[in-house]
């Protein structure tokens, strides 16, 4: 028996050596969420975030060119008919830096509901989850060329030797995904490895 809040599958670590692997990340994630699912992006500015609900919204076959959210609280993609006429779920993509808590996602009186949609929340560490009890969350990390353009101090060509600081772009990534609570309970992980 697991109790809300505790970790109910093994953690998943997984290399993303590019873009595209950002993207196809999100892809095999579609195959494992369903509506009402939550999920938590962490990750530094440039991390991958917004790269990874790119491929889940294509995945899911949502309306929309999913975007960063910055500047917005919330953006809804319905979702669109399949070959076969049905819809799965649609996506609400949040950005939890401009959200007081997830709460307030319910006074922003959006037109999908969260139980019909995947949720994914950037930045949203530390904010859902005293409000969720389920919930899949994701770690994005640069092991390298951590902070682009920090330079690692002043002197000549110091932290810069493969140019990765300079390049916001570079740089394999590192993906922890980690279930969280009931709902996840038996939920192989293990399939995103592809
Ligand atoms: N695994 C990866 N390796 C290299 N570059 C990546 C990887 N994943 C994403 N990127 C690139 O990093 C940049 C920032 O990604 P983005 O998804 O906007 O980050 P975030 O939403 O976390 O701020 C984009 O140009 C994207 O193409
Ligand atoms: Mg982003």
């Known amino acids: 028996m697991s109790e809300p809040g505790t970790t109910t599958s093994e953690a998943v670590t997984l290399e993303l050596p590019d873009a595209d692997a950002?993207?196809?990340?999100?892809?095999a994630l579609a195959g494992l969420l369903r509506a009402g699912d939550l999920v938590i992006l962490t990750g530094d500015l440039g991390a991958g975030k917004t790269t990874l609900t790119q491929g889940l919204g294509a995945a899911l076959n949502v309306r929309g060119q999913v975007a960063s959210p910055t500047?917005?609280?919330?953006?809804?993609?319905?979702?669109?008919p399949r070959?076969?006429?049905t819809r799965g779920?649609?996506?609400v993509h949040v950005d939890a830096y401009r959200l007081g808590g997830l709460g307030e996602l319910d006074a922003l009186d959006l037109d999908s509901s969260l139980e019909d949609s995947v949720t994914v929340v950037e930045w949203g560490r530390g904010l859902a989850?005293?409000?969720?009890?389920?919930?899949?969350?994701i770690d994005l990390e640069r092991p390298r060329g951590a902070v682009p353009g920090s330079g690692a101090?002043?002197?000549?060509?110091?932290?810069?030797?493969?140019?990765?600081e300079d390049d916001p772009e570079a740089g394999t990534r590192t993906?922890?995904?980690?279930?969280?609570?009931?709902?996840?309970?038996?939920?192989?992980?293990?399939?995103l490895r592809g």
Request: proline share 7%; charged share 25%; hydrophobic share 40%.
């Open 175 to 191: 993906a922890t995904v980690r279930a969280v609570g009931p709902r996840w309970a038996g939920v192989d992980l293990g399939v």
């Open 22 to 27: 950002t993207r196809a990340l999100g892809t």
């Open 71 to 80: 500047f917005i609280v919330a953006r809804e993609h319905p979702p669109l």
């Open 83 to 85: 070959e076969d006429g």
């Open 129 to 137: 989850e005293a409000l969720a009890d389920d919930r899949l969350e």
């Open 89 to 91: 779920p649609g996506l």
């Open 153 to 164: 101090g002043s002197g000549a060509g110091s932290g810069a030797v493969d140019g990765l």
